[in-house]
């Protein structure tokens, strides 16, 4: 028999996100027989502790009683267990800085670690994430923004709603100004961007239309990486050349900054990529864009005025290129940011609601019955004391 333990997210701001609801703690003991699930006592968890046990699941203080440990954030240095298998977002196979003393605990403790942001299927696409909700809730500050900016319409934000659909009923008696709207990207965050714009009906345009077109009412042009980017020598574009020489490409942005009003960034960003412009043609009296809501949110990154990360308390802030600094926001001379690096934190309920069903369909039978396929095992960042071997690249990360 193996027991499951979710764990109380210890970081902070606490996350009120879990890895799986309490019906979900139910199927899996279903569908895995020899497998018990206990789930760590949580005062701030989306569902509470009483839900899980009107489920029938054992509410426990300690945790060590179990052999696998599924969590969301990064876990404390002090909570971490012993010998025991964790899944979480590590957060630390970029060389973050500041998760280098988790890795290098996580080895002391012989802990086997699965990061959810490494598990792949053979094509290299995620398996599991929260993308999607990242996408709609940074969608809906944008438009938030906008009506701050304008001072023509109130939304709540997403984090003040009871669910996502709570907040998509704003949007029935909305009537928005006419806006372009850039938002770049591809991957499950830009879909998340999509939906809503759906869902406020705003008309899709072509790269084409959007610059060579004025309108009446709000239109968007979804760009990918090869309509901003160009290889500096003027050679055809080539992705995968991208990503591995990205010294060799340069930003083509600038004709949309020149045109749009709202920037949504929703890009996975690489180090060494070009920015999508710089501090000084923010500056100029042809940057158009007011609002930026950067999904994303390198800090440092592709966009200059993300100065700095923003919370679900406190989540945007006015920039000033002039200044190269944080000014009021929603003012007339401000290009005002939006940073959150939580935002699926906002609608905790629907975004673990998803995470759990991708969890018991795509990664617990690879976990728990046979992984064949590696999933697993790819995704696995250290065992034994020790980085795996493809992921030894962190070794002087951890020295």
């Known amino acids: 028999m193996k027991t499951i333990g979710i764990i109380n997210e210890g970081k902070t701001p606490p ?3 879990t890895p799986l609801t309490p019906e979900q703690c139910v199927e899996v003991m279903q569908k895995f027989s020899d497998v018990k699930v206990v789930v760590q006592s949580s005062p701030h968890r989306c569902f509470s502790d009483d839900a899980y046990r009107e489920a029938g699941i054992e509410v426990v203080n300690d945790i060590s009683v179990a052999d696998i440990l599924l969590g969301v954030k990064e876990v404390p240095v002090e909570n971490l267990i012993a010998n025991k298998t964790y899944l979480f977002f590590s957060h630390t196979i970029k060389k973050q800085a500041f998760n280098r003393k ?8 012989n802990i086997t670690l699965v990061d959810y942001e490494t598990l792949v299927w053979e094509g290299g696409n ?3 994430g929260f993308g999607r909700f990242a996408g709609i809730v940074g969608a809906h500050y944008a438009f938030l923004m906008w009506g701050k900016k304008q001072s023509t319409y109130y939304l709540k934000p997403a984090n003040k709603c009871a669910d996502m659909n709570d907040m998509y009923t704003q949007y029935a008696e909305l009537t928005l100004p006419a806006m372009k709207i850039v938002l770049c990207g591809d991957g499950r965050v830009a879909h998340g961007v999509i939906e809503v714009m759906k869902k406020l009906k705003i008309h899709h345009v072509t790269p084409e239309e959007f ?4 309108y009446d009412h709000p239109v968007y042009v979804q760009l990918r990486s090869d309509d901003y980017y160009e290889r500096k020598d003027g050679r055809e574009w080539d992705k ?17 900054y020149k045109k749009a009003d709202v920037f949504i960034n929703a890009v996975f960003w690489h180090a060494g990529i070009e920015p999508f412009f710089t501090r000084e043609e923010m500056k100029g009296n042809d940057f158009s864009i007011k609002v930026i809501s950067d999904i994303s949110c390198d800090v440092p990154g592709p966009i200059p005025s993300t100065i700095k990360s923003t919370t679900i308390e406190d989540p945007y802030f006015g920039y000033s290129p002039f200044l190269n600094a944080e000014v009021e926001p929603f003012k007339k001379e401000s290009i005002d940011v939006q940073a959150v690096g939580n935002l699926p934190c906002e609608l905790p ?4 609601k998803e995470f759990g069903g991708q969890l018991i369909r795509h990664v617990l039978p690879f976990l728990l019955i046979n992984d064949k396929e590696h999933i697993i095992k790819n995704a696995t960042i250290a ?14 990360y951890v020295d």
């Open 15 to 17: 996350d009120l996100r």
């Open 349 to 352: 309920v629907d975004a673990s």
């Open 240 to 256: 995968s050349d991208f990503y591995k020489h990205p010294e060799d490409y340069r930003s083509k942005f600038a004709p949309y």
């Open 126 to 128: 995620r398996i599991i």
């Open 383 to 396: 065992h034994a004391g020790n980085l795996t071997d493809k992921y030894s690249y962190l070794q002087d």
């Open 211 to 214: 610059l060579e077109n004025e």
């Open 102 to 109: 988790l890795l290098r605990t996580i080895l002391k403790k």
